[in-house]
C-alpha cells in the first residue's frame, strides 16, 4: 500500500512539473513575441515574427493538457492498470479525432 502511495505521489509531481515548466515556457515565448513585436514590429527573427511567437505560445497553451493525457497514459501503462490506460488512450482519440475534423 505505502508502494503504492509513492508512486501516485511521484506521479503527480511529474504531471505538475510538467504543466508548471510547460506554462512558464509558454509564457517566456508569448512575452518574446510581445517584446519583439513592440521593439521591432516589421521584422522576422528566425523565420518568426513577433505575432508568430505569440501564437505558438498560444499553441503551446493548447497543447499541455493534451501532453498531460499523454503523460498520464504513460504513467498508466507502467504501472499495468488497464482501466485508466484504457480510458486514457480513448481521451487522448477523441481529441485526435476532434483535431482532424477541425482541419
Not at 497543447?63 to 490506460?85: E, K, N, S, W
Amino acid at each position: 500500500m505505502s508502494e503504492y502511495l509513492t508512486r501516485g505521489v511521484g506521479q503527480e509531481q511529474a504531471i505538475a512539473k510538467l504543466l508548471h515548466c510547460g506554462t512558464r515556457l509558454a509564457s517566456c515565448i508569448i512575452a518574446a513575441g510581445l517584446v519583439a513585436e513592440w521593439l521591432y514590429p516589421s521584422t522576422r527573427a528566425f523565420g518568426l515574427s513577433g505575432g508568430g511567437l505569440m501564437k505558438a505560445g498560444v499553441a503551446l497553451f493548447i497543447f499541455l493538457p493534451v501532453a498531460r493525457v499523454g503523460l498520464m497514459l504513460i504513467q498508466f501503462a507502467q504501472a499495468r492498470d488497464t482501466a485508466y490506460t484504457a480510458i486514457s488512450a480513448l481521451v487522448l482519440m477523441i481529441i485526435g479525432a476532434g483535431f482532424l475534423a477541425g482541419l
